[in-house]
């Protein structure tokens, strides 16, 4: 059988782990609905089992279990830390991982009530992630550009779509970020795919960040997008002045990878609603609701000379 037909299987899950952890095996094995490129299995009540299911998850895989333990200790919310590691196996043939288990509720599931609490905690969570990446952090192979060199994709997202007449403010946003001059700071940690099913919720506010196989050192503009895509009607203000070092250029380009964003949420709701492989129904609403806040308005700079990266 090749990778991509081997079912993962609670019964599969089970038998890696008396394999290569039998004193794990003894823990309750639930799957959890989810997940793009891994397929995620709750381990009793403080642990997840991430098993790959695409051909570049190992390789977002191998990211992690690289980097989060250097980034965790500094962040603020919790995030998945890799505690044991699954080698390939005639059984499994792709390496896969025990992470930490980030409790709370992923955004595409439920709503955040208290909106100032999470502009504050996506605020200081992204000015603790936001520092110079060292030499040999990964770059991404498919994000982090300029929104200049990404239309063909915006492009595609856009006539994909139906934009029940706000097509001519969508692209205006995107045009505008075309515009905006390019990040000239160093190359910054980005967690690279901030949307509501990758960060959790608790009490109605963000409790933690999850899936970081997409992390890159660049433009911090592509985690700025967040403002939008994840906080309530408001948000985005309250974000940026206490996030406090995006410049005007910056929170243009922002904006633009937001609405981006939110495209490519409707699309997969689309397709969920459609029945397509991939299809995510959840993310529909998330999108055109993300979208909405994104065409509310542009934001004032709140960033200050002298205040650096």
């Known amino acids: 059988m090749t990778d991509s037909e081997i079912e993962i299987t609670a019964d599969l899950v089970h038998d890696l782990l008396q394999e290569q952890h039998p004193d794990l095996a003894g823990l309750a094995t639930r799957e959890v609905v989810g997940g793009w490129d891994n397929q995620m299995w709750r381990l009793g009540?403080?642990?997840?089992?991430?098993?790959?299911?695409?051909?570049?998850?190992?390789?977002?895989?191998?990211?992690?279990?690289?980097?989060l333990p250097v980034?965790?200790?500094?962040?603020?919310?919790?995030?998945?830390?890799?505690?044991?590691?699954?080698?390939?196996s005639a059984r499994f043939p792709k390496p896969w991982t025990i992470m930490t288990w980030v409790p709370g509720e992923p955004l595409d599931f439920t709503s955040v009530s208290r909106s100032n609490h999470a502009a504050d905690a996506l605020a200081g969570f992204l000015r603790a992630l936001h520092v110079e990446a060292p030499a040999d952090a990964p770059i991404s192979k498919d994000r982090g550009d300029h929104p200049k060199r990404c239309t063909d994709g915006f492009d595609h997202f856009f006539h994909a779509v139906a934009l029940d007449g706000?097509?001519?403010?969508?692209?205006?946003?995107?045009?505008?970020?075309?515009?905006?001059?390019?990040?000239?700071?160093?190359?910054?940690?980005?967690h690279g795919d901030l949307h509501p099913a990758n960060v959790v919720v608790s009490d109605g506010t963000l409790?933690?960040?999850?899936?970081?196989?997409?992390m890159f050192a660049g433009d911090p503009a592509w985690d700025l997008a967040a403002a939008w895509v994840i906080l309530p009607v408001g948000g985005a203000s309250r974000f940026f002045?206490?996030?406090?070092?995006?410049?005007?250029?910056?929170?243009?380009?922002?904006?633009?990878?937001?609405a981006l964003k939110s495209l490519f949420l409707m699309l997969m709701g689309q397709n969920g609603d459609r029945g397509l492989p991939g299809g995510k129904p959840t993310w529909g609403p998330a999108g055109r609701a993300?979208?909405?806040?994104?065409l509310r308005g542009r934001l004032l700079p709140t960033f200050q000379p002298g205040m650096g990266v």
């Open 45 to 67: 009540d403080d642990l997840a089992v991430r098993m790959p299911r695409t051909e570049q998850a190992p390789d977002l895989q191998r990211n992690e279990r690289r980097w």
């Open 71 to 88: 980034l965790a200790p500094r962040l603020p919310l919790p995030v998945p830390n890799p505690v044991r590691i699954g080698e390939p």
């Open 166 to 190: 706000i097509a001519d403010e969508v692209r205006a946003v995107w045009d505008d970020a075309v515009a905006a001059p390019e990040w000239d700071g160093p190359p910054v940690w980005v």
């Open 207 to 214: 409790s933690g960040v999850i899936d970081f196989g997409d």
């Open 241 to 258: 002045d206490v996030y406090a070092r995006a410049d005007e250029a910056t929170i243009r380009r922002a904006r633009g990878l937001a």
């Open 290 to 294: 993300a979208l909405d806040r994104v």
